[in-house]
């Protein structure tokens, strides 16, 4: 019996992904006031970085500038992947919808750019990323799924050699080149070639790889690589290998292939690529991958969660957050709601800076204060003369028993109290006043503390969007009603 081993296949190390917080709160803002119940995918970016240490698994890094559509990455070991945010609006849609339908669409836009010759102009743009998620944003907690999406193309590559660093292979000088060449190709050129023969060491750009194929010569691959293991490239490399394979599958001296998996590092302020690792590999296709046009390939690449299985991800942030903002979010989220899905013409901004002037704060002005609370109208300014008495509480629903105790608190002023232990952001205040009545004399005495209280009630109403009657009587609302009506406010009497 035969006890040779047979070849080694090649593997990749797929990315981490690696979300921050920031990104996840810029997420919240974008669905509350940009995306709404529009679930169609969004573009977002990320990057990974060819720096890791050895300890460190290839990452890709999604921050709270995943957004923006200026963004640069300037950094000499950071390249750019483009991705796609699908977020769903049921925790049922990002379920039960068909994983692997939306990993095969992206694996046939990866095999377009492939095979349209696009991918040798940008290769950077085979190495993505697709974001499913579905954002809980009462509970701010967040569960998602990165695809990374991978054809499987070709059959295999198998390894010919042990793999080795890049000095044991190339001179000093050339593993200069290589770094140089590498340092002023743009961020979106993650992959190059290197054509050497017995007479020359030459560098080029992916683009030239089908003109190099009708050449004698050696070609080697090049691929900015993320991984640190040392058998194992990057996931970038994967895409970038099966873009080669596509191109010399009719050319069969060039079935192998060398692999330079690219690591940068800066040492002493310099780039440094001593520690890149160089694989001699071999391209196994199936006979029919070499005799027609291969159709689009199968496709890969959902991320494991924490314990190696195949499902979504989770993070929950509702400890990390301020409780007032949790109750601020959660509050503009049931708003949001209401005007995606009943009155879409409803202007929340305007509900939010409507300053009310609430006459009253007894049965009907705790109520109109809690109703208009539950639609975002938070500038409240409460008006009353008496004392929370003990036959308050049980009709009138901003009160507690403890308000009535020693002689009682103010209305105006336990209703401002008890509207700030439900919801610490509004913005309320307490006004305590004897509105004047008509028919009701006024004592010489108390003609300028009335004056006063007419000045007084004019401001307050001069500073206020809406003002409502609340009162028990009809005289008590004459005044006010006059006043409001010459400054042209809106009043609602109830």
């Not at 499987?152 to 080149?177: G, M, Q, R």
């Not at 105790?405 to 232990?421: C, D, F, T, Y």
Request: net charge neutral.
């Amino acid at each position: 019996m035969d006890d040779k081993p047979g070849p080694r296949v090649l593997k990749f190390e797929l990315f981490a992904s690696c979300v921050s917080v920031d990104f996840w709160m810029t997420l919240s803002k974008k669905k509350l006031e940009t995306f709404g119940l529009d679930a169609s995918a969004k573009r977002i970016s990320g990057s990974y970085t060819t720096g890791n240490s050895s300890t460190v698994s290839s990452r890709l890094d999604v921050t709270y500038d995943a957004f923006d559509d200026e963004k640069q990455h300037s950094h000499t070991l950071t390249y750019p992947a483009e991705g796609k945010l699908l977020l769903f609006n049921t925790i049922e849609a990002f379920r039960d919808c068909d994983k692997q339908q939306l990993a095969d669409q992206e694996g046939a836009l990866l095999w377009t750019l492939i095979t349209s010759g696009e991918a040798l102009e940008h290769p950077s743009m085979l190495t993505n990323f697709f974001l499913a998620g579905y954002a809980d944003l009462k509970k701010h907690v967040y569960r998602y799924w990165f695809l990374f999406p991978a054809v499987v193309y070709p059959d295999a590559l198998v390894h010919e050699s042990e793999p080795l660093e890049i000095t044991k292979i190339f001179s000093k000088e050339c593993v200069e080149n290589i770094s140089d060449f590498s340092h002023r190709l743009s961020h979106e050129q993650n992959a190059f070639l290197i054509h050497q023969d017995d007479a020359s060491f030459e560098l080029f750009h992916l683009r030239d790889l089908p003109a190099l194929l009708s050449k004698t010569g050696k070609i080697t691959l090049c691929v900015c690589d993320g991984s640190a293991q040392k058998d194992n490239p990057g996931w970038p490399a994967r895409n970038i290998l099966a873009l080669y394979a596509y191109y010399v599958r009719s050319h069969a001296q060039h079935h192998r292939i060398q692999l330079v998996s690219l690591r940068k590092r800066v040492l002493n302020g310099q780039t440094d690529i001593d520690h890149s690792i160089v694989m001699d590999l071999r391209v196994v296709f199936t006979p029919d991958q070499i005799r027609e046009i291969p159709q689009t390939p199968r496709t890969v690449g959902w991320e494991r969660d924490e314990k190696g299985r195949l499902q979504p991800r989770m993070v929950d942030l509702s400890s990390q957050m301020d409780p007032q903002k949790l109750a601020e979010q959660a509050v503009a989220l049931n708003l949001k709601l209401m005007k995606w899905r009943l009155v879409p013409q409803l202007d929340l901004t305007l509900l939010h800076g409507t300053k009310v002037l609430l006459l009253g704060s007894g049965t009907l002005g705790c109520n109109v204060a809690r109703c208009l609370m539950g639609w975002g109208m938070m500038n409240l300014t409460f008006v009353d003369n008496a004392r929370v008495s003990y036959s308050n509480p049980v009709r009138q629903s901003l009160f507690t028993f403890d308000d009535c105790i020693e002689n009682g608190l103010p209305k105006s002023q336990a209703a401002v109290q008890a509207v700030k232990r439900i919801y610490p952001g509004v913005n309320a205040r307490g006004v305590q006043m004897n509105i004047p009545m008509p028919g009701h004399s006024v004592p010489t005495g108390m003609r300028k503390e009335v004056v006063e209280t007419i000045t007084q009630l004019e401001r307050l109403i001069d500073e206020s969007h809406v003002v409502f009657l609340l009162m028990d009587t009809r005289e008590s609302r004459w005044l006010p009603t006059v006043i409001a009506a010459a400054k042209e406010k809106g009043v609602c009497a109830v």
